[in-house]
């Protein structure tokens, strides 16, 4: 239990778009329009092509370091001391991430069916087994999670594509929505919403075949990328714009609009069950990555005693969030700036000047 366990490709990728959906089914799409308005599919569209080609420079910069995560990587350039400061800095930004998605859950689904239990129950209900599960290490949740995140993916296809006859095509106009500026060059903070590359970081030691990490990531980059595009799409073609600032998840009042012939209505229940395994899914994941960065700064043997830690600070830190309000004006601002700032700043600045280090070490060694 204490060495670090192994996954395969297919593995991988699963667990780096189960990161993106479950954003996505917690109102990532209702932020990038609320950001850009009626030109937010174009906007999706930019942004994927900036994530795609970072995707291929974080890769490049990756290849020198075998079997090295960003936490290695900022040891080697600046010693303990960066090493600790990156960590710290995951470490809050995991921890934060997750209480986050949550609090929002569990408020929803208090607002939604449970108006009488008390919160502090539901979230024990997703945070028990994740206890559970994360005691086990990555390979187990990997495995439960390949069989989720195809289900989870068809479940959204099914969402999308059973509002089609609600499509009313008029709502993308005007194209560039609130101009050209905010569409492109405002815009462009939107993508925060491939914050999975905080996960990509860390990927390559769970890998059986580090050298198979470009593959791993530009494909889950590309397939996130593609339902991120459906979801904003679909919304906007939906709903008017007025929508987006209510509190209530935007995907799931797609399936509120959903029926199945006149005997099988108010099949958001479905959805909302497969949600609950998405969200279980990405907790664990959560905590087995923050349960990892801090084996590596404190030297401890069993990092897997850390879990009953992790997600008691959790568990703490959903309650600072007041209401979905708050959550929303956290994930809208605060997290999309620690987002950009973190994942694609201070991330790949370590990254170029580690590089650049090895590269001279070799020359002089030459």
Known sequence: ??????????????????????????????????????????????????????????????????????????????GKVLKIIVSILYIA?????????????????????????PLVFLLLLFLIPVVIVAKLGIKPIAHVNLIITPVLLLSLLVILFSTFTDFVPERIYPILGFGAKETFLIGINNIFAFSAF???????????????????????????????????LCLIMVFPFISFTEEMLSIYLLTRIIEFGKFFQRVDAIF??????????????????????FKKITKIKNDREMVYSITSLIFVFSFIYNDIAIIKYIQNVILKYVT????????????IFANIKSKRRNYNAS
């Open 1 to 78: 239990m204490n060495s670090l366990q192994k996954i395969g490709k297919i593995e991988a990728v699963s667990l780096l778009i189960m990161i993106t959906i479950t954003q996505i089914i917690f109102n990532l799409p209702n932020t990038i329009i609320v950001n850009t308005g009626s030109s937010s599919w174009i906007n999706v569209i930019y942004i994927s092509i900036i994530a795609v080609l970072f995707c291929f420079l974080i890769c490049k910069l990756f290849k020198p370091f075998a079997n090295s995560d960003i936490v290695d990587i900022s040891e080697f350039l600046g």
């Open 93 to 117: 930004f995991f921890i934060f991430s997750a209480s986050i998605i949550l609090r929002y859950f569990a408020s929803s689904l208090k607002l939604i069916y449970f108006e009488n239990s």
């Open 340 to 351: 950009i700032i973190l994942v694609f700043i201070i991330s790949l600045i370590i990254l």
């Open 198 to 232: 905080a996960y990509l970081y860390f990927i390559i030691p769970y890998l059986k075949n580090p050298d198979e990490f470009k593959k791993i990531a530009i494909s889950s980059t590309i397939i996130s990328a593609v339902y991120l595009f459906l979801s904003v």
């Open 272 to 293: 909302i069950f497969i949600w609950i395994l998405s969200t279980l899914s990405f907790l664990s994941i959560s905590t087995d990555i923050i349960a990892t960065i």
